[in-house]
């Protein structure tokens, strides 16, 4: 087992390919609280690697406690240094951040992204996207298998680091939830991939259902406008709805409550079709009912 060294924080920094971008200020303030009131843990030291030519630790698990301990002035940090290739770092690194604390996607998907292009020896990530190109498939396989990832979610988070930075930036602060931006990826390299940055503007009060309507919407080329349910109140693509303003959800709770109406087609025209949507009103409000909601229209004062 490595030995545990007392090194002077100033003679450490961090591994640059784990730095976030994107970490809890209160994490980090209620950290320094900690250390500052008990003084640093020594059953927690620091794993770093031993740069030769700058004579420096490279630190890959445990940066903002390094970072805690340098802005808090201490005048040593326990410290293990590690005998292992650079990749396997950076794999141990991300594991420690996976499992540790909350990890944000984006910086989650920037730490898969130069794992990969460290293991990769002949060609870059960028040279064989998503889809293929030589080496693809081993390279991905080996960083699922060094972090435990699986290697769909792998794929995805790189995926994400296509999008432009506005809407990674949305993602980073919380915005835009990775279900939504998942759905949103499937404009890359689609005609309408302009219409990204909106759609994600538009996905940041939506469910993930409703941003894969919206999406697929957008990508057949039916999308028009939005419309609210009558029901729920949540918005769906136009083509979406039914006759009364209904969503597919609701239009199901409504077909599966037992109470629809069979309505014969005898009285034709457009009285028929007064009596029709009479009646889908009547089913609307029943269940609007069950659910605590306030009756609409010609039914609203039952």
């Given amino acids: 087992m490595a030995k545990v060294r007392m090194v002077d924080p100033e003679e450490c920094e961090p591994m640059p390919e784990l730095e976030r ?32 030519k700058r004579k420096r630790y490279i630190v890959f698990d445990g940066i903002h406690r390094l970072k805690v301990c340098i802005s808090l002035g ?72 060094a972090t435990g990832e699986d290697l769909k979610t792998i794929k995805r988070h790189i995926r994400l680091l296509e999008l432009p930075s506005s809407v990674k930036e949305n993602i980073g602060k919380g915005k835009l939830k990775y279900s939504n931006a998942i759905e949103i990826c499937k404009l890359l390299g689609t005609e309408k991939e302009h219409l990204i940055p909106r759609v994600s503007e538009k996905a940041q009060n939506m469910s993930s259902r409703e941003t894969a309507s919206y999406v697929q919407a957008i990508i057949s080329g039916t999308y028009h406008a939005f419309k609210a349910c009558d029901v729920c109140g949540k918005s769906f693509p136009k083509e979406n709805m039914g006759r009364m303003n209904v969503c597919p959800g609701c239009n199901q709770r409504i077909r599966t409550s037992g109470i629809r109406t069979s309505i014969s087609s005898t009285s034709g025209g457009r009285p028929f079709m007064d009596y029709v949507q009479q009646k889908r009103l009547e089913e609307i409000n029943t269940v609007r009912r069950k659910m ?10 039952g």
């Fill in 21 to 52: 971008e994107f970490y809890s200020q209160s994490s980090f303030h209620y950290l320094k609280r900690v250390i500052s009131a008990d003084g640093y843990n020594p059953a927690y030291p620091l794993r770093a690697l031993w740069d030769l």
């Fill in 292 to 301: 605590g909601l306030k009756p609409l229209g010609l039914d609203a004062r």
């Fill in 74 to 145: 201490l005048d040593t940090v326990p410290v293990v240094l590690e005998d292992i290739p650079r990749e396997q770092a950076l794999a141990e690194g991300y594991k420690a951040n996976r499992t540790h604390e909350w990890y944000n996607t984006i910086d989650k998907a920037r730490h898969l992204k130069k794992m990969a292009e460290t293991m990769q020896t002949r060609t870059t990530l960028s040279s064989f996207a998503l889809k293929g190109g030589r080496g693809h498939k081993s390279v991905l396989h080996d960083v699922s298998k």
